[in-house]
């Protein structure tokens, strides 16, 4: 009987109305309640490889750790998850540094993370930069990251507001990213689920072209369904310019760890 929380999962990217081609890049790893979700910027086809890159190193470095740790899961600390997120972002972070100094196509790539990680009846969420992660519960919808923005350090200093920021000719200039540097700071928080939760991660091409009002009635009327959920939102997102590659990845709570265990207990 598995002992860890029963997740759901839908992704999809699409290129968008405006750019060539696209520089997002997702991984879903369903058995590990792992989702990841990049951004990538750069030259001809550096966004690409820096995003490419980011999730699939981080993906294989969490899949690494829980196969060699022999812990069983409901006895693992999150302060373990969290160093593992910590340690695979650091380790992309400087994989893609190293690769856009070595190659002259990649210099100055890089690319904004965000990463979901199922610990028990814990998400972990981490994320550098301004793709984002937002969780729908109980018909409200909420923003569980901010944005490494200039634009987000604007609002918070009260600069600008909310509702003008959005209008703003610096929305898309982040403080913070993967591979950009030697070194990154990334910030991880750890959420508890809740039946029922539906979790997005998502790159600014849905946020740039859709509010959070806009986002929300989505999330209500079409949560239900994930795939179709996750179409609506791009589609949406096309529908209002389209301006930049447009990726949505959508998590849903179905069943909770503690609730396992307890079967577990009373079955063994």
Not at 6 to 32: H, K, P, W
Not at 43 to 64: D, K
Not at 94 to 114: F, I, K, P, R
């Amino acid at each position: 009987m598995p002992l860890q929380s029963v997740l759901e999962f839908a992704g999809r990217s699409d290129t968008g109305r405006v750019r060539a081609q696209n520089e997002d890049a997702f991984e879903i790893c369903e058995g590990l309640g792992l989702a990841v979700l990049a951004d990538g910027m750069g030259g001809y086809n550096a966004g690409e490889v820096a995003s490419r890159m980011c999730v699939e190193l981080i993906s294989e470095f969490l899949q690494q750790k829980q196969q060699a740790v022999w812990m069983p899961i409901f006895s693992r600390p999150a302060v373990l998850g969290v160093r593992w997120l910590n340690d695979a972002i650091t380790l992309a972070n400087t994989s893609v540094y190293d690769a856009s100094h070595e190659n002259q196509a990649y210099l100055g790539m890089g690319t904004t993370v965000v990463v979901a990680l199922s610990h028990q009846d814990k998400l972990l969420i981490a994320h550098v930069g301004d793709s984002r992660a937002y969780r729908f519960r109980l018909g409200e919808l909420s923003q569980l990251t901010r944005d490494h923005s200039v634009l987000q350090a604007q609002i918070d200093a009260g600069l600008i507001s909310e509702k003008d920021a959005r209008f703003s000719p610096i929305k898309n200039l982040i403080t913070r990213a993967v591979g950009a540097q030697e070194s990154v700071e990334i910030e991880i928080h750890v959420h508890q689920m809740e039946v029922g939760d539906v979790y997005l991660l998502c790159s600014d091409g849905l946020t740039d072209m859709l509010n959070h009002i806009e986002i929300h009635h989505i999330m209500h009327q079409y949560s239900a369904q994930l795939d179709e959920c996750c179409q609506v939102l791009i589609e949406n997102a096309n529908q209002f310019g389209g301006k930049d590659n447009i990726s949505v990845v959508l998590i849903k709570v179905t069943e909770l760890h503690q609730r396992k265990l307890m079967e577990y207990i009373f079955a063994s």
